[in-house]
C-alpha cells in the first residue's frame, strides 16, 4: 500500500514570490492535515479536512495561506506571496477519518521550502 | 492555551532503557499519542492513551497519568537505529485535533 504521497519535495524561492505543495492521501483515507514544521520543533496544524470540506482551518494564516481539496482526494496548498518566516517543511498527513481518538495520522515525507 | 513540556535531548547508550517524559496543560484531554522522526523522515505513529497505565509494544512502552497530566514513552534494548525525535502529541478532544510538543531528540551511542 502506497503511503502519503508529496511534492516538491523541497523548494526553493524569493520572497514575494508564490508557492504551492501536493499531497495525494492514502486510498481511503478521509481525514487530511497539513502541518507545518519548524526546525527543531512539533508540527502545528494549519488545516485539517474531512473529505473536501475544511472542519478547522483556525491556524491557517489565510492572507497568505490557501488550500483545497478538491473531491476529497488530492489537496494543495498555497502561499502568495511567501515571506522569509514561512522557511519550514509542510507535512502533509491522513488518517481514515471519525471521531475516535486512536484513529493513527500517517505522514508523507514532507516539502522543505525555504524562502530567501 | 495548550501546553507540551519535553525534555530537548537524550543520550542513552545501545543497550540501554531510556525514559522520555511528556507533561502536559491543555483545554481538554481525550488521549495522548507519541510519534518518531527520523532526520529528513516523516513523523511514524509509535503508541496511544488514552486510559491509565502501560501500554507495551515490543521494545517501546507507553504510560499515561491522566491525574498527574504527565505520560512517558520507555525504550528497552536501545538500538543505534532509535537515534531520532520523539513526539508526544494530546488529543485535546474526540474529534478534535492533535497538539504537538516540542520534540525530545535521542541520540544513542555505541
Known amino acids: 500500500e502506497a503511503g502519503v504521497v508529496q511534492s516538491p519535495r523541497y523548494k526553493i524561492i524569493e520572497k514575494k514570490q508564490p508557492v504551492a505543495f501536493w499531497c495525494n492521501p492514502i486510498?481511503?483515507?478521509?481525514?487530511l492535515y497539513w502541518y507545518r514544521q519548524n526546525l527543531g520543533q512539533g508540527p502545528e496544524l494549519l488545516i485539517r479536512?474531512?473529505?473536501?470540506?475544511?472542519?478547522?482551518d483556525s491556524q491557517l494564516p489565510k492572507d497568505r495561506f490557501s488550500a483545497e481539496r478538491l473531491k476529497g482526494v488530492d489537496s494543495t496548498l498555497k502561499i502568495q506571496p511567501a515571506e522569509l518566516g514561512d522557511s519550514a517543511v509542510y507535512l502533509c498527513?491522513?488518517?481514515?477519518?471519525?471521531?475516535?481518538?486512536?484513529?493513527?495520522?500517517?505522514f508523507g515525507p514532507g516539502t522543505r521550502l525555504t524562502v530567501l | 492555551g495548550q501546553s507540551l513540556e519535553q525534555p530537548s535531548e537524550v543520550t542513552a547508550v545501545e543497550g540501554a532503557i531510556v525514559q522520555i517524559n511528556c507533561t502536559y496543560q491543555?483545554?481538554?484531554?481525550?488521549?495522548l499519542s507519541w510519534y518518531q522522526q527520523h532526520d529528513g523522515g516523516a513523523p511514524t505513529f509509535l503508541s496511544y492513551?488514552?486510559?491509565?497505565g502501560l501500554e507495551e509494544t515490543g521494545r517501546f512502552s507507553s504510560f499515561l497519568s491522566r491525574s498527574d497530566s504527565y505520560g512517558y514513552l520507555l525504550l528497552q534494548e536501545l538500538q543505534m537505529k532509535d537515534s531520532a525525535s520523539y513526539f508526544c502529541?494530546?488529543?485535546?478532544?474526540?474529534?478534535?485535533?492533535?497538539?504537538f510538543g516540542p520534540g525530545t531528540r535521542l541520540s544513542v551511542l555505541p
Open positions: 498527513a491522513s488518517s481514515f477519518g471519525g471521531t475516535s481518538g486512536s484513529d493513527t495520522q500517517y
Open positions: 486510498s481511503g483515507h478521509n481525514t
Open positions: 479536512y474531512e473529505n473536501e470540506e475544511a472542519v478547522d
Open positions: 491543555t483545554s481538554g484531554f481525550y488521549g
Open positions: 492513551n488514552a486510559l491509565d
Open positions: 502529541a494530546v488529543l485535546t478532544a474526540r474529534g478534535q485535533n492533535f497538539v
